[in-house]
Structures are given as C-alpha cells and as structure tokens.
C-alpha cells in the first residue's frame, strides 16, 4: 500500500489529516514523533490505534482509527526515521510541526541560520532535530537510492506554507549540496494547504467518552469538533490519496483560501484567548459568553473580512456565521491558554499582515491595534482577576521585559518580531491608547465601553 510519512505526531495530525486520509481509503500513514519517544512507542504499542472524539452536540461520537501503521521519534532514531524517505512505498510527505518548528526570519522570510531548529542541524545534518533538516536529509538518501522525488505538504497555519517550506529546504539543502537542492527543485513539489479543524488538547472528559462507548482505557484519544476542512493545491510530484473523497478541495490557488482562515478564524481565536486570559476565563466557549467580547469578536471578523480578496462561492455573512457557532459549540472545551502559546509566531499572519495591508491602503487598522493590545496586555503577565498569567513563548523573556503600555514600548515589542511596516507611530500610540484603558478598567468593562 501507498504510504505517507507525517511529521509531528501531535492532537492535530490525529483529528485531520490522519481522518481525511482513513476516510479517502487506499492509503497508510507513518507517523514521526519530533521529539517524544514515548508517544510514538505508545502508539506502536497499540497497533497504531486510538480514537477519535467528535464532539457533536447530541453527545459524543467515538471513531476508531486504524490508519496509522508504525510510528518513528526523530530525536531518537534519526537514520532508522529518514530511512523511510527513501523507501519507494512512501510518496507523500505532511508536517504539523507549528509555526516555530519552521525556522525562518519573520521579515524576510528567508531561513534563519541560527534558529534553534535549524542551526544544530547545519552542524549536524544526518542526525537532524528540526522539520527542515529533516526532509533535506530525508531527501538526500532518497536521491542517493536512485528514486522519483516527493510531494511534501506542510499543514501548519503560515501564509504560503508549501512555497515557505520549499524555499526553506531549499536553502538549506544548498548550503549542504547545491546538486542536492537542484534535485530537490526539479523532482519534488510543496502544495500550499490550508488546514482547518478545532483540536483542544485531550482531557480526562476525552478519555472518559471513549471509556463510555468502548469500554477501553485510551490514552492516545483525541477530541474533535465535527467540522473540518482541508484545500490543497494541486500539485504533486507522484501519486496522491483521492482526499476529495473525503471532502478536501484541491484547487490551483490555495492563497485566497489560506487568509480567509488565517486572518477570519486563525485571527479572531488569538483575539479571544488574549481577553479571556486576562479576563480569567478558562475557555473560548466561555469568552463567547460575554456579550460585549462576543462582539468584539464579531468586529474583528469583519475587519478580517474587509481585507480579504473576492472567493468565488465565498460568502463572509455566512462563514462568519459559521465560525461564531464553531466558537460557541458547548460541547468543545478549547482552553485559552492552549491558543495564546506562542503569539510571537501566530500574530503575523493573523494580525499584522493584514493590519500592515490596511494602513497601507490609509487605513486605521483599529481593530488589529486591539488584539495587539490584549496581547501586549497578556505579556505584562497579570490578569484583571490579580492572578499571575505565564506567557509560552519562545520570545517570552525578552517580549515579557519589554512589555509596557506607552508607545516606545508597543515599538519595542513590536520591534522584538521584525516586523518593519510598524514603524508608524500612529498604529503605536493606538495599541497605547488602548493598552491604557485595558489597564485601567479591566477587559470585560473595555469591551462594554466599545461596543
Ligand atoms: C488556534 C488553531 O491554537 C491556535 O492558535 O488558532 O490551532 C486553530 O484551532 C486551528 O487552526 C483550527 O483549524
């Protein structure tokens, strides 16, 4: 049977791209732990299955999966791992690695040699740590066999991520072999893909539904929302799953949809995990429950949707609508903590970019200034309850330090990420003048005044 080897064996992998494929049928998945040896040892212990939860509203929905054959831990077998690249069984390659597995300078986009998942492994190359050492290695023994090239698909929510990834392998790959890289080029492909299903970290409430319909103890279940959705460009170097059969979409152009998600769903998430931390509250389902953040969440959407290009069959009402319900579902427990991780890495596709088209175009860009705000308000580390909040991140110390709510310090925090299109003042004292009044009167009184 086909094969595709996946890399970053988290929650996300098991709700979406590990569903789509067991639903299309025809096709097995290797699955490669980055890090972790004891989850890919649990998962080949258990023949390679769990259970997916799906939390629909009439109650739980438990699905075996049974589409994974073996797992791998890159950290620990490197050579036994990349092996599999160069078996000729494997023809497609898909990564869930998250934004900072990527390793590239945020401005330029261009790999950052000294990015802690890229660096060791340019003075290490065959035993690679990181996602894109990795696949150049992967890559050099497949060449080394005499195969076809590969279709490697990153599923992470980062604009462009196929053509990013192409150019980042690519890089590095040339620094090792430039003939490496020219064969890379000319035989592999990269899709863009745009992913999308909401995956909360399981919880004892996971394991409890699967015990409940199966009887069995699963400590590999994962839980889901019934929705998800999954558009690739269609581009692959070799054969592919028949992924429409389970409702993906493959389309010449994924860009449109990839903002859509990014700055719609993507945006308005980050938005809502940064107010409800510093309001205190656990959970999106529960933001959504204050009437005033639920409208503020409403207006960062159509100020999302203001900067999107025209989809045909695209309705931004309806989707929109959508999404608000997705927030809401009762039945899905999506801590707010678990989305505020790593904001130094999530907020540039999701709110500066489209904040830096808008005030190119001479606007306010007001509703970005807001969630960059709340964020800013997060990294000052207290909650309007009083209660300490803990930023991860992988900036947190120096984002942390430089937090403060005047304009040198927006500028600076700012300035932490790179991101030049903020060097106005005006965006500044904006974030400022918001910062202030989160400050002074709390989020949930905040919210209440704008809207
Ligand atoms: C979330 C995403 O954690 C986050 O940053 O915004 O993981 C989101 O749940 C998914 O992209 C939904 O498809």
């Not at 831990?73 to 597995?101: I, Y």
């Not at 330029?108 to 035993?127: E, F, G, M, Q, Y």
């Not at 678990?338 to 709110?351: E, F």
């Amino acid at each position: 049977m086909p094969r595709i080897l996946h890399f970053g064996l988290g929650a996300f992998h098991r709700a979406h791209q590990a569903a789509f494929t067991q639903d299309a049928g025809g096709w097995q998945i290797e699955a490669v732990s980055m890090r972790n040896p004891a989850l890919s040892d649990a998962l080949n212990a258990a023949g390679g299955r769990w259970h997916l939860v799906e939390r629909v509203p009439e109650g739980p929905r438990v699905l075996p999966m049974t589409v994974i054959v073996r797992a791998h831990c890159l950290a620990t077998d490197p050579a036994g791992t990349l092996a599999r690249m160069a078996d000729p069984e494997v023809q497609v390659v898909t990564a869930t690695v998250t934004e900072k597995g990527y390793g590239f300078h945020p401005a330029t986009r261009k790999l950052d040699v000294d990015h802690p998942s890229i660096a060791p492994d340019l003075k290490d190359p065959t035993a690679p740590t990181g996602l894109v050492g990795a696949l150049a290695e992967g890559l050099r023994l497949r060449r080394a066999a005499g195969l076809s090239g590969l279709t490697i698909i990153s599923c992470d929510n980062l604009t462009g991520n196929g053509h990013l990834l192409a150019r980042l392998v690519g890089d590095f790959a040339r620094l090792r072999d430039p003939a490496l890289a020219d064969w890379i080029a000319a035989t592999c492909t990269f899709p863009d893909s745009m992913v999308d299903r909401i995956t909360p970290a399981s919880s004892d409430a996971t394991f409890a539904a699967v015990r409940a319909a199966t009887g069995l103890d699963d400590p590999l279940a994962v839980e889901t929302e019934p929705f998800r959705q999954w558009v690739i460009e269609d581009r692959f170097a070799g054969p592919r799953p028949a992924w429409e059969k389970a409702g993906a979409l493959l389309v010449a152009d994924v860009a449109p949809y990839e903002v859509m998600k990014l700055r719609m769903l993507n945006g308005s998430h980050s938005l809502i995990a940064y107010l409800g931390a510093v309001a205190g509250l656990e959970a999106v389902r529960d933001v959504m429950a204050v009437p005033a953040f639920r409208s503020l969440v409403r207006r960062h959407m159509q100020a999302a949707a203001d900067t999107l290009p025209a989809i045909p069959g695209f309705d931004p009402a309806t989707y929109t609508a959508d999404l608000l319900r997705r927030f809401e579902n009762p039945a899905i427990r999506h801590l707010c903590l678990q989305i505020a991780t790593d904001g130094s890495q999530k907020l540039p596709p999701r709110i500066f970019a489209p904040a830096a088209e808008a005030l190119s175009q001479g606007k306010t860009a007001n509703a970005f200034a807001l969630v960059t705000a709340v964020w800013i308000r997060f990294l000052q580390g207290r909650a309007d309850t009083g209660g300490p909040i803990a930023p991860k991140d992988p900036l947190a110390d120096a984002l942390m330090l430089a937090a403060g709510s005047d304009v040198a310090a927006v500028a600076k925090v700012l300035g932490l990420l790179d991101r030049l299109p903020f060097s106005s003042e005006d965006w500044c004292s904006r974030v400022s003048g918001h910062l202030d009044a989160l400050r002074k009167m709390g989020a949930v009184a905040y919210a209440e005044a704008l809207t």
